[in-house]
């Protein structure tokens, strides 16, 4: 178990300076949503460190946040290409091609059926929790 393991980060690792597009047709809007929520996410964790950390130290700090934000932009890219996690997001796609989407009036009516029971259930616990309130008080437990 560990071998595998340990060829499985070599192939990420091997994968990481590849040049290559791993099933290039296959998969696209999903692959291209998750590289843009990574580059979204190395992006503000970028912006957010070079605050913290490297605020105060100039053109030091400003070339170090680039390069995280350029090494981290080319591991968004390469990942979504790795054939592993790349055949995953083409599966995915598969199974959301094959949902049956509702159509406008069926969601805006499903939308008013949950709205109306998170109103009513909302009602009932109130009343609830009145009555319950108002049975401790009488009782003198709170």
Excluded at 9 to 14: F, N, P
Excluded at 21 to 31: A, C, I, T
Excluded at 69 to 96: H, K, M, T
């Amino acid at each position: 178990m560990s071998s595998d393991a340990g060829i499985s980060s070599r192939k990420l690792i091997t994968e990481m300076f590849s040049g290559e597009l791993y099933k290039r047709n296959q998969g696209r809007m999903v692959r291209q949503l998750t590289c843009l929520a990574i580059w979204v996410a190395v992006g503000v964790g970028v912006w957010r460190f070079h605050q913290l950390y490297l605020g105060g130290t100039g053109y030091v700090g400003y070339i170090v946040a680039s390069l995280l934000l350029a090494a981290g932009g080319w591991f968004g890219y390469r990942l979504v290409n790795w054939p592993r996690f790349a055949d995953f997001l083409i599966s995915v796609e598969q199974e959301v091609n094959k949902v049956s989407w509702p159509t406008r009036t069926e969601l805006v009516r499903a939308s008013i059926v949950v709205i109306f029971c998170i109103f009513f259930l909302t009602i009932i616990l109130f009343t609830f929790d009145a009555i319950w309130q108002g049975l401790f008080s009488w009782l003198g437990i709170s």
